[in-house]
């Protein structure tokens, strides 16, 4: 079975600066997808970011990049210029390759972002 | 892109009484349907999924059961509620092929 850890339970950044988030995993598959996720206070589950394991480049999308460490076991959150809108949980999940799999969460990080 | 609703968005329950929550989801076909629930604080734990309408595979075993009457249409009902059952209810969709879930706003259930 596959584990997703986020040992940061909470952090903190001030706005306009840089945040990483940690995430590991632990799986004997060789091809699967990764994910964060965040959950401000509304609870709506919004996908941030998405890397697939056979891809060796490292996914952006706008102010969030990843850190993909495959050997490793390795899945950060980079959050450049952070906005006050960025407050919220952050997730890290994992998804195997089969046809319908379910995503196995860590325990989140809370990040609040400050003026 | 697809759209998720969920409802009722809060519902308020005493122990013993049963349950039906809806997830529909617009602008795709024949996603997989997943619900999860969220403990407070807590990351999702996998309660059921589905491939199509009628096939329905259960992750833990519970008091709760699903059931998709259509292709769009997903259901989680209960019996009887249990003080257990009480948490955030996300009904989450997936493009076949896509690898990708996303979620509807969710239902915030308590019971009492």
């Known amino acids: 079975a596959q584990t997703v850890t986020q040992s940061q339970p909470e952090m903190s950044v001030q706005e306009a600066e840089t945040v990483t988030l940690s995430c590991t995993y632990d799986?004997?598959?060789?091809?699967?997808?990764l994910f964060w996720y965040k959950q401000p206070p509304s609870r709506q589950m919004i996908l941030v970011i998405r890397?697939?394991?056979?891809?060796?480049q490292n996914a952006t999308e706008n102010r969030f990049s990843v850190n993909f460490q495959k050997a490793a076991k390795s899945f950060s959150l980079k959050i450049s210029d952070s906005q006050l809108g960025d407050t919220a949980m952050y997730f890290c999940?994992?998804?195997?390759?089969?046809?319908?799999?379910?995503?196995?969460f860590g325990t989140g990080t809370r990040l609040q972002v400050t003026l | 892109s697809q759209t998720i609703h969920q409802w009722p968005a809060t519902l308020v329950q005493p122990v013993g009484s049963p349950l039906s929550l809806e997830c529909t989801v617009e602008?795709?076909?024949?996603?997989?349907l997943y619900w999860y629930r969220q403990a407070a604080g807590r990351g999702l734990q996998l309660l059921f999924y589905?491939?199509?309408?009628?096939?329905i595979s259960s992750e833990v075993p519970q008091n709760l059961s699903a059931s998709r009457p259509q292709d769009r249409q997903f259901i989680l009902s209960s019996k009887k509620l249990l003080l257990s059952d009480s948490g955030f209810y996300l009904c989450?969709?997936?493009?076949?092929?896509?690898?990708?879930?996303?979620f509807g706003p969710g239902t915030r259930l308590t019971v009492l």
């Open positions: 602008g795709t076909s024949n996603p997989n």
């Open positions: 890397q697939e394991a056979y891809k060796q």
């Open positions: 589905s491939v199509g309408i009628g096939q």
């Open positions: 999940a994992f998804r195997g390759t089969g046809t319908a799999s379910k995503l196995t």
């Open positions: 989450a969709s997936e493009r076949e092929g896509n690898n990708e879930q996303f």
């Open positions: 799986t004997s598959e060789s091809n699967y997808y």
